[in-house]
RNA sequence: GCGAGAGUGGCGGAACUGGCAGACGCGCUGGACUUAGGAUCCAGUGGGUAACUCCGUAGGGGUUCAACUCCCCUCUCUCGCACCA
C-alpha cells in the first residue's frame, strides 16, 4: 500500500472502475424497496458552480446511504436545457444554441463524473431534444383536449429598442436590462395553462406535505392565496348598470361610503366622458405610496342601505385581483381612510370594539368610540380616529345587523345578499394562469397550427413532435424568431389541407421541467412514451408506478413556488391524463442553503467564486465532498472556507495513515470479527464499544434529518480514537481491524473513492458498495461506567465515576460519600434530591 | 406593514424528549522533529481570577431542583410577500 494519499489516481481508478461495472443503472425490481433521490437538474450555463457541488453531493450521499441500506435506488441527472442564456450566447458570440447547449451538457457532464457522483446515466433527460420535448407537445394537446390549455389576449414586457418581449426578471426597475430603455406593456395573444382549475386542490394538498419545509408551503399557499367573500352588485344610479365589487368584509358593508374602482375597469370607458376626467385618471399616480383618485361624477346606490355614494377611480385598485372594483368602508379599511381623508370623504364607523359595544348601548356614542386601542390609550379626543379600526368587532349602525360580532355577521349579511339577489359567495385567489407563450427560439414549439378556415388546429398527435428548425438566424430583434422560418411556419391544415401558419411561440422552459422527474422514471429521453398499450392496462406495473413520487427531492429554496408548484400541477394533470395515481410529486423536500463566501453568496460579480475544478484538482473530489458535508447541516446557510477544506484533507490523510500503519495485519484475514462482535472476549474493549456509538449516532443523524455535519464530527472522534488505540493482544488486534472496517463503511458515502481503496486494501474482494450499512448492537454500545454529575443547587460541585446501572439510593449514597462534596454540605439541611439517571444528581441545601 | 426563520468562543458549528454549554473542525499558543516548515506529531485553548471559585448561549423578566432548550416583553439580522379589498 502506498504510503501517501494520492487522490488523483485514486479517484481515477474508482470512477473508471465503477463505470465498467454500471453499477449505479436500475431497473424496476418489486422484491426490493424502492427510493428515488432526485436532485434539481442543472440549466447547461458552462460550468458547474459550489452551488451545485452542494445540491448534488447531498443527494449523492443520500442515495448512497440508501443504497447500503438496502433500497433500490434510482439516483438520475439530466439538463434543463431549453432558455434564453444559449439564444443570447448564440446573438453575442455567433454561435448555434444546439452548439452552445450541447457544448456545455459535456463539459458539465465531465464534470459531475468527476465528482463521483452516482447517477444511472442511461436515464439521462436532456429538454431541448426532440424526444423529450415532443412530449411536450403532447401533454398541450392533451391539456388543449381536457379544457386547461387556452388562448387569450394578455399584456407582456415589451422593450421597444430590442423590439423584443422580455421575461419579468429582465425588467430592472422598468428598463431594459439590456439596453437600460424604459420597458412597455404590450398586448400580445398568449397560451395559458388553467392552473386555477387545481387551485383548490393544490391549496388542500398542501397540507398533506408533511415532508416539506414548512416555509416552502406556506409560500405555496401565500402564493394561492385564497380568501373567501362575497361578491355584490351596485346599481349605477340614473343608469341600467351595476358595479360588481368583490371583499372578504361583508360585516361592514352598511360602512361603504364610496366606491373605488380600477383605472382599466372597462366601466371607467363606458360611463366617463367627460375630457378633463378622462385626463385626470389617465394622469393617476403609478405610485403604490400615494393614495390618488378621481371621482368619476356617477354615484352607485348601496344594496343595503339604500344610500347613494360616489363612485371613485383609485390608483390603488387593482383590475387584475377580484372584480376590479371595491366599496371603501374609510372607517375599516386603512388605505380607504387615507383617501377619505384627502378627499374629504365621509367616514361611517359600523365596527366597535367589543367592551365598548356596551357603552354604545348606554347611548353615550357617536363617531369614534371605537377608537383603535393605540388611540383610546393616548386619550384622543373623541369623534376624531386617526387610524382605521380594521379589526372585528361587534357591528353598530348596521340595521338589523347591528349588536352581531363580525363573525357572524360575514355568516349572515352574505346569505342574505344571496337571498335578496344582491350578490353571492365566492372564493378568490390570488394565483393567476399560467401563461406559457414566449416569443423566443430556443423552446418547445407550441403544436398549433392557424387555418383560415378552420381557425385553430392542434397538431395531430400522429405528427409530433413538431421539431424546433435547426437554420434560423438569431439577431435580438424582431418578435419570435420562429416567425422568419418561412420553411417552419408555412404548412398545410392538418384539416382541411389548405396552406396555413404554424405557431410561432415557444413554451416556457418551467413546462419542460415540471415532469423531467417522470421522464426519469420512464427511462430517459429515448424511453419517455405516454401511449404505448401497457400504459392503458394494469397501473401499477408500470415504471411510473413503480418510482413514484420521488421519496427525497433536493434543491435550492429559489424554486420553492414556481417550479415547485407547477410540477405539483403537472403531476395532478398527468394523473387526470390516467397515467399514475398518485397526487403529488415530491414525498419530502430539503431546500439546501446558499454558499457563502466573505459574507455573500458567491456571484460572478462579486468576485468571491471558488471553482470546483481547481478545487478537485487540488485536493480531490473526497475532500470536496467531506467539506461541504461537514462545514454547515444542509439546511443552512454554507460560509466557504479554505481553511475548512485544508482541514477535511487532513482528515482524509489521517484515515490513510491509519490505514497504512496497519495495512498489513489488518490485509491478513480471519483474524477480523464478525461485523456484528459480541462474544465476551471483546465486551471491555472501550474500542469496540465507541464503534458501536459511532455507528449509532451516524445512522441517527442520517435517518432524523440529514445532518451529515455531525455525522462526520463523529466519525472523527472515532478516528481519533482508532487512532489513540495501542493494540496489544490478539484481541485488540482484531477489535482493531473490525472498528477499521466499520469506519471504511460510515465513510463510504461521503468520500467514496478512499473508501473503495482502502476497502481493497485491508483486503477485501468486492466493492464497498455492495456491503451493507453497519448495524450497532445496543449492549455493546451501553457504558459500563458513568460520570456522575453533582450538582448543589443547581450548580456543578462534582463529578464522579459510578458503574452504570445504579438504582437511585445507591446513586444518592455515592454522591454522597464524595469527600468534597460532603465537606460542601457540611452543616446545611438537606430539602430535596433529584436524581437524573445514567446522568447527575442535584441536591438542595 | 404582514408572514417565516435565526441570534451560542476569534470563526464554521455541537448540545435529540429541559439535566456537565462549547462535541467536531478551523484558527491561535507552546513544544517535538527538522537546513527549513505554510508538512507531520504532542499539549493547551469561552472570559475574569494567584486561587477557592465567579460570570457566560442578543437584552430584560418569568416558570423549574435544573433553561441555549419552555412562557412573556424588547432589540438585531436574514428570507419571503408586499396596496389582494
Known amino acids: 500500500m ?30 426490493s424497496p424502492k427510493f428515488y433521490c432526485l436532485e434539481m437538474f442543472p440549466y447547461p450555463s458552462g460550468k458547474i458552480h459550489m452551488g451545485h457541488v452542494r445540491n448534488y453531493v447531498i443527494g449523492d450521499v443520500i442515495a448512497r446511504y440508501k443504497r447500503m441500506r438496502g433500497f433500490n435506488v434510482l439516483h438520475p441527472m439530466g439538463w434543463d436545457a431549453f432558455g434564453l442564456p444559449a439564444e443570447n450566447a448564440a446573438i453575442k458570440h455567433r454561435v448555434h444554441p444546439a452548439k452552445w447547449t450541447f457544448e456545455n451538457i459535456d ?4 464534470q459531475l463524473k468527476k465528482m463521483g457522483l452516482s447517477y444511472d446515466w442511461e436515464r439521462e433527460v436532456t429538454t431541448c431534444k426532440p424526444e423529450y420535448y415532443k412530449w411536450n407537445q403532447w401533454l398541450f394537446l392533451k391539456m388543449l383536449e381536457m379544457g386547461l390549455a387556452y388562448k387569450k389576449a394578455s399584456s407582456v414586457n415589451w422593450c421597444p429598442s430590442c423590439d423584443t418581449v422580455l421575461a419579468n426578471e429582465q425588467v430592472i426597475d422598468e428598463k431594459c436590462w439590456r439596453c437600460d430603455n424604459i420597458v412597455i ?10 392552473i386555477t382549475n387545481y387551485a383548490e386542490e393544490l391549496l388542500s394538498d398542501a397540507d398533506a406535505l408533511a415532508g416539506w419545509p414548512e416555509k416552502v408551503v406556506t409560500m405555496q399557499r401565500n402564493w394561492i392565496g385564497r380568501s373567501e367573500g362575497v361578491e355584490v352588485d351596485f346599481r349605477i344610479v340614473d343608469s341600467d348598470k351595476s358595479i360588481r365589487i368583490f371583499t372578504t368584509r361583508q360585516d361592514t358593508l352598511y360602512g361603504a361610503t ?19 376626467t378622462i385626463k385626470d385618471i389617465e394622469s393617476l399616480s403609478e405610485d403604490p405610496e400615494k393614495k390618488e383618485g378621481v371621482f368619476t361624477g356617477f354615484y352607485a346606490e348601496n344594496p343595503l342601505t339604500g344610500d347613494r355614494i360616489p363612485i371613485w377611480v383609485a390608483n390603488f385598485v387593482l383590475m387584475e385581483y377580484g372584480t376590479g372594483a371595491v366599496m371603501a368602508v374609510p372607517a375599516h379599511d386603512q388605505r380607504d381612510f387615507d383617501f377619505a381623508k384627502k378627499y374629504d370623504l365621509p367616514i361611517k364607523e359600523v365596527i366597535v370594539l367589543e367592551n365598548s359595544a356596551e357603552a354604545r348601548k348606554r347611548g353615550s356614542a357617536e363617531v369614534g368610540a371605537g377608537l383603535a386601542p393605540a388611540q383610546a390609550e393616548k386619550g384622543q379626543p373623541q369623534g376624531l380616529p386617526l387610524q382605521a379600526f380594521e379589526e372585528d368587532g361587534i357591528l353598530v349602525n348596521s340595521g338589523q345587523f347591528s349588536n352581531l360580532h363580525s363573525k357572524e355577521a360575514r355568516e349572515q349579511i352574505a346569505d342574505y345578499l344571496e337571498q335578496k339577489g344582491f350578490g353571492k359567495k365566492v372564493v378568490n385567489y390570488k394565483l393567476r394562469d399560467w401563461g406559457i407563450s414566449r416569443q423566443r427560439y430556443w423552446g418547445t414549439p407550441i403544436p398549433i397550427i392557424y387555418c383560415n378556415s378552420c381557425g385553430i388546429v392542434p397538431v395531430p398527435e400522429d405528427q409530433l413532435p413538431v421539431v424546433l428548425p435547426q437554420d434560423i438566424m438569431l439577431r435580438g430583434k424582431g418578435a419570435s424568431p420562429l416567425a422568419e422560418a418561412a420553411d417552419f411556419v408555412n404548412t398545410k391544415c392538418p384539416k382541411c389541407d389548405a396552406p396555413a401558419k404554424r405557431e410561432t411561440d415557444t413554451m416556457d422552459t418551467f413546462v419542460d421541467s415540471s415532469w423531467y422527474f417522470i421522464a426519469y422514471a ?3 429521453n429515448d424511453k419517455i412514451n405516454f401511449t404505448t398499450k401497457s400504459n392503458v392496462g394494469a397501473i401499477h406495473e408500470l415504471p411510473l408506478q413503480y418510482w413514484m413520487p420521488v421519496d427525497q427531492y433536493i434543491g435550492g429554496i429559489e424554486h420553492a413556488v414556481l417550479h415547485l408548484l407547477y410540477s405539483r400541477f403537472f403531476t395532478k394533470v398527468i394523473r387526470d391524463i390516467g397515467l399514475i395515481n398518485i397526487n403529488e410529486p415530491f414525498t419530502s423536500l430539503l431546500t439546501q442553503g446558499m454558499v457563502i463566501k466573505d459574507g455573500a453568496k458567491m456571484s460572478k460579480s462579486k468576485g468571491n467564486v471558488v471553482d470546483p475544478d481547481f478545487l478537485i484538482n487540488k485536493y480531490g473530489t473526497d475532500t470536496v465532498r467531506v467539506f461541504c458535508m461537514f462545514a454547515a447541516p444542509p439546511e443552512r446557510d454554507l460560509e466557504w ?4 477544506v485544508e482541514g477535511a ?33 471483546t465486551r471491555h474493549s472501550s474500542l469496540l464499544r465507541k464503534t458501536h456509538q459511532t455507528i449509532k449516532k451516524i445512522t441517527g443523524s442520517i435517518e432524523r434529518d440529514y445532518h451529515f455535519n455531525t455525522a462526520i464530527a463523529a466519525l472523527m472522534e472515532l478516528v481519533n480514537e482508532i487512532t489513540a488505540f495501542n493494540p496489544d493482544s490478539a484481541n485488540d488486534r482484531r477489535v482493531l481491524k473490525f472498528s477499521i472496517r466499520q469506519m471504511i463503511l460510515l465513510l463510504s458515502p461521503f468520500a467514496p473513492h478512499i473508501a473503495e481503496e482502502l476497502w481493497e486494501q485491508i483486503g477485501e474482494k468486492e466493492s464497498v458498495l455492495k456491503e451493507s450499512w453497519p448495524v450497532w448492537d445496543e449492549e455493546i454500545a451501553k457504558e459500563d461506567e458513568i460520570e456522575l454529575v453533582i450538582q448543589i443547587n443547581g450548580k456543578l460541585r462534582g463529578k464522579i465515576m459510578i458503574p452504570a446501572g445504579l438504582d437511585d439510593d445507591a446513586v444518592k449514597e455515592k454522591a454522597f460519600s464524595d469527600p468534597k462534596i460532603q465537606e460542601q454540605i457540611r452543616g446545611k439541611t438537606l430539602k430535596k434530591i433529584v436524581v437524573v439517571k445514567g446522568k447527575l444528581v442535584n441536591m438542595v441545601v
Open 2 to 31: 502506498e504510503e501517501k494519499y494520492n487522490p488523483e489516481d485514486i479517484e481515477k481508478k474508482w470512477q473508471a472502475n465503477w463505470e465498467q461495472r454500471n453499477l449505479f443503472a436500475v431497473k424496476e425490481v418489486s422484491s
Open 107 to 110: 463539459y458539465m457532464k465531465s
Open 185 to 194: 406593456q404590450k398586448k400580445l395573444e398568449q397560451w395559458f395553462f388553467k
Open 258 to 276: 364610496f366606491m373605488s374602482i380600477a383605472k382599466k375597469h372597462p366601466l371607467v370607458e363606458e360611463l366617463v366622458k367627460d375630457e378633463k
Open 522 to 524: 420512464l427511462g430517459g
Open 641 to 644: 472556507s479554505d481553511q475548512g
Open 649 to 681: 484533507y487532513r482528515f482524509l490523510n489521517r484515515i490513510w495513515g491509519l490505514v497504512h500503519k496497519y495495512s498489513n495485519e489488518l490485509r491478513v484475514t480471519g483474524n477480523g470479527l464478525k461485523d456484528k462482535a459480541n462474544s465476551l472476549v
